[in-house]
């Protein structure tokens, strides 16, 4: 597979879509982002299962990194090697599970629990939430120092989530990240490859 030269992970919800759900992702992937997260908690596993059999094949034939998320029987069943789960559900994973995933991912909010993360065998983490966003009402962001710290105790990736944009992405790298995660901007905005490049730019025109 070819690497992505984008640091941005484009995490999925299909509930902030202005299209039909399987076109913005063709549109994300043809983007080539750093990878494709795919979210979507309020799915039953044999839901989940069966839309991300259909996102891996998008993501395969523009060879963007596809991740999946929480369900680690339907990711071993669709033959996925890349997973991101919560951190308690990384505790519950066997050593034979876990060697299953050439890529593993988990979601952090504490420096404690990144170290955590990293004994346990995981390979990437996001940690946040890093700036004021929707998603998070009337929870102030953590911050660039808190996001610092995360780096600074582990030696695997950090990917910075929560209100991450263009105008912001340079902190998040001069912090040690080694990139940030969209949710919302990347599901709803009008032009999907001038809303990645943007971050390539680090400027805020976008559509």
Same mark, same amino acid.
């Given at each position: ?16 879509? @202005? +299209?039909?759900? %399987?076109?913005?992702? =063709?549109?994300?992937?043809? #983007?080539?982002?750093?990878?494709? &997260?795919? @979210? +979507?908690?309020? %799915?039953?596993?044999? =839901?989940?299962?069966?839309? #991300?059999?259909?996102?891996?094949? &998008?993501? @395969? ?11 680690? #029987? ?43 993360a990293e004994a346990l065998g995981c390979t ?84």
């Amino acid at each position: 597979m070819t690497i992505s030269m984008s640091d941005i992970l484009s995490v999925t919800n299909r509930l902030l879509c @202005r +299209e039909d759900f %399987l076109v913005r992702i =063709e549109k994300i992937a043809a #983007a080539h982002p750093a990878g494709i &997260i795919l @979210r +979507e908690k309020d %799915l039953c596993e044999s =839901e989940y299962q069966e839309l #991300a059999g259909r996102v891996l094949q &998008i993501c @395969r034939k523009h060879w963007t990194p596809c991740i999946l998320h929480s369900f680690t #029987a339907a990711a071993a069943e669709l033959k996925c090697d890349a997973l991101h789960l919560p951190l308690p559900l990384l505790r519950t994973l066997t050593d034979r599970e876990k060697a299953g995933f050439q890529t593993l991912g988990v979601s952090c909010h504490s420096a404690e629990e990144a170290a955590e993360a990293e004994a346990l065998g995981c390979t990437y983490i996001t940690a946040g939430h890093i700036f004021d966003t929707a998603c998070k009402s009337g929870l102030p962001g953590r911050g660039i120092g808190f996001l610092r710290r995360i780096c600074e105790s582990v030696s695997i990736p950090v990917y910075a989530i929560g209100g991450i944009e263009p105008g912001r992405i340079a902190a998040v790298r001069d912090a040690g990240a080694a990139g940030g995660c969209v949710m919302s901007g990347a599901m709803a905005c009008e032009n999907v490859q001038e809303y990645f490049a943007a971050f390539e730019e680090g400027s805020d025109e976008i559509s």
